[in-house]
């Protein structure tokens, strides 16, 4: 009987998508990907210069793949939108010899012949028995290079693969939404200083979490006592997450609308805290939830909040009900 009227309810849900609410967005993955409509896919250039596994890793953080061209036509659409847009010569693809030296195959196990394989002029050469992965020049020819030099590269995600988030109306599968709260939540399992936690927040639609009740800062110590984070490896500070409240203007506020952190609506500070006499600017909450002051520059977890947009997404008001089920329950 529930699962029957979850069901039409998604369908309803789904059709008034498809016909109204949910259009605009269907092109949109993430703020600082771009949308080619020639090829129905996202793309981001990372200027950053990574070795050939930092960079598929870094795509695939984003929720992307490290970019290949699947065909002629991709390949000049891509190399179109990077000669506008940067100068370098030349960007690691997802290509490499995962398996057999000079057997070349895409991130996704697809051998390169079916996809892009117009080689430089004597390549691939596997010049001095080291070359594994593989970068695209400007001109639109291919060499092998050594996998841990380190070059700027392009992620790419499919709008075929793009999932819709249905709960929390972005396309990030990461967020989950909190009833109680009526808003979503992510908590990131790498790393980062404050800044780049702000930063990743924001293209992702959300902010560094700003916890304004007793429930919110509950909730979000349970996320964290959850999160599976014992086993990240790594030079960051254990024990607390970054949230999106900095000193500022001599005070302490809150990221939102710069709010001081007092009218908040939660200021539980840990004992001691704030204890870095000015030297730590920025906000963070200990694994327990009380607040801590710490350095920008230490690295964190950190925890993004995203608001539903309660006027696009009506139907949340009108189909309450619809987030007790699964999104995909019944489908
Ligand atoms: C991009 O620029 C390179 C070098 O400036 C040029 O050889 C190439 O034809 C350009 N490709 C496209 C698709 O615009
Ligand atoms: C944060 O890390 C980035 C590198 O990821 C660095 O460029 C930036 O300067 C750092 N910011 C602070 C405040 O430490
Ligand atoms: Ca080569
Ligand atoms: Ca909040
Ligand atoms: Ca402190």
Aim: charged share 25%.
């Amino acid at each position: 009987m529930l699962s029957l009227k979850c069901f039409i309810v998604l369908f309803v849900l789904q059709y008034i998508c498809q016909t109204t609410y949910c259009q605009p967005n269907l092109k949109f993955f993430r703020k600082d990907y771009k949308y080619i409509e020639d090829t129905k896919a996202f793309y981001k250039i990372h200027t950053l210069h990574r070795t050939w596994q930092e960079a598929k890793e870094r795509c695939s953080m984003e929720g992307a793949t490290l970019f290949y061209p699947d065909d002629d036509d991709e390949a000049n659409v891509v190399i179109n939108y990077w000669n506008e847009t940067q100068p370098f010569s030349w960007v690691y693809i997802g290509i490499s010899t995962p398996n057999v030296k000079q057997v070349f195959e895409t991130v996704d196990g697809v051998p390169i012949t079916d996809v892009y394989d117009r080689w430089g002029p004597g390549e691939p050469n596997d010049a001095g028995g080291v070359e594994g992965c593989v970068i695209l020049r400007r001109d639109g020819t291919l060499n092998d290079d050594q996998c841990d030099k380190k070059y700027p590269f392009i992620c790419k995600k499919s709008l075929s693969t793009l999932e819709w988030n249905v709960y929390c109306d972005i396309p990030d599968q990461g967020y989950e939404y909190v009833k109680k709260l009526g808003r979503c939540y992510k908590f990131h399992l790498t790393p980062m200083n404050w800044t780049d936690a702000f930063t990743v927040c924001n293209t992702e639609q959300s902010y560094l979490a700003v916890i304004n009740s007793q429930d919110e800062a509950d909730h979000l110590v349970a996320m964290t006592k959850k999160a599976p984070k014992d086993n990240v490896e790594g030079n960051y500070v254990r024990g607390a997450v970054h949230l999106g409240f900095q000193f500022k203007r001599n005070r302490w506020q809150t990221i939102i609308k710069n709010m001081p952190l007092p009218d908040s609506g939660y200021t539980n500070w840990g004992g001691g805290q704030p204890d870095g006499k000015g030297e730590e600017k920025c906000g963070s909450m200990f694994y327990n939830g009380h607040l801590n002051d710490i350095c920008c520059d230490q690295s964190l977890f950190f925890i993004c909040e995203h608001e539903i947009d309660l006027l696009r997404n009506s139907y949340v008001l009108r189909f309450g009900d619809v987030f007790t089920a699964k999104p995909h329950d019944g489908m």
